[in-house]
Nanobody, 112 residues
Framework: VQLVESGGGSVQAGGSLRLSCTDS????????TGWYRQGPGNECTLVSS???????YYANSVKGRFTITRDNAKNTVYLQMNSLKSEDTGLYYC????????WGQGTQVTVS
């Protein structure tokens, strides 16, 4: 598994970003995939996940603002982030596989 995240950046509060997570060889549709955020204190929090059956999880802090989707044809999982807040700032990691044990390199999101 070699996950590659993209789409991070710097935005003002209220703005939007779409993160992407893809893998050139691993079939993501057959596994659960999640997005973690590493905050300033280096704590990692599961922000959202999508299971192989399509069921979704959202942390309370992002419900109604973030949407996770998967495009099986592109083997890509997306995290659409709207109405961004300063507390959404962090390094976002995509994780997949059994127990979400395989992680990408992360993409930085900064909301000011």
């Amino acid at each position: 598994v070699q996950l590659v995240e993209s789409g991070g950046g710097s935005v003002q509060a209220g703005g939007s970003l779409r993160l992407s997570c893809t893998d050139s060889g691993f079939r993501m549709s057959g596994s659960d995939t999640g997005w973690y955020r590493q905050g300033p204190g280096n704590e990692c929090t599961l922000v959202s996940s999508i299971n192989s059956d399509g069921s979704r999880y959202y942390a309370n802090s992002v419900k109604g603002r973030f949407t996770i989707t998967r495009d099986n044809a592109k083997n890509t999982v997306y995290l659409q982030m709207n109405s961004l807040k300063s507390e959404d700032t962090g390094l976002y990691y995509c994780a997949t596989g059994t127990d979400l044990a395989s992680w990408g390199q992360g993409t930085q999101v900064t909301v000011s």
